[in-house]
């Protein structure tokens, strides 16, 4: 049973950064691709980068120049690189794994950004 843990949340400034993580308890096989999603309440789970197994990025259109996605493969880990935070960046943040037999989630990890 694959568990994908989180961390790297918390409060931060306005302007300032946090680096989120994304650890799978063990080595995930067929990975399609490996992204980071965010949910506010009363509102849709968003995309807010992905990477594909053949390398190929998305960022949502509000984090694009700000948010960086980055993957270790050896780690069996996913970031999420995030810069020049702004108030509506908060969200609590969850990363997925799409593999060609499960989609896993992690638990969700909570980002306050405020002054």
């Known amino acids: 049973q694959v568990q994908l843990v989180e961390s790297g949340g918390g409060l931060v400034q306005p302007g300032g950064s946090l680096r989120l993580s994304c650890a799978a308890s063990?080595?995930?096989?067929?990975?399609?691709?490996m992204g980071w999603y965010r949910q506010v309440p009363g509102k849709q789970r968003e995309l807010v980068a992905i990477?594909?197994?053949?390398?190929?990025?998305d960022y949502g259109d509000s984090v694009k120049g700000r948010f960086t996605i980055s993957r270790d493969n050896a780690k069996n880990t996913v970031y999420l690189q995030m810069n020049s935070l702004k108030p509506e960046n908060t969200a609590v943040y969850y990363c997925?794994?799409?593999?060609?037999?499960?989609?896993?989630w992690g638990q969700g990890t909570k980002v306050t950004v405020s002054s």
């Open positions: 063990e080595s995930i096989f067929r990975v399609l691709n």
């Open positions: 997925k794994v799409d593999t060609t037999r499960y989609a896993y």
């Open positions: 990477i594909t197994s053949g390398g190929i990025i």
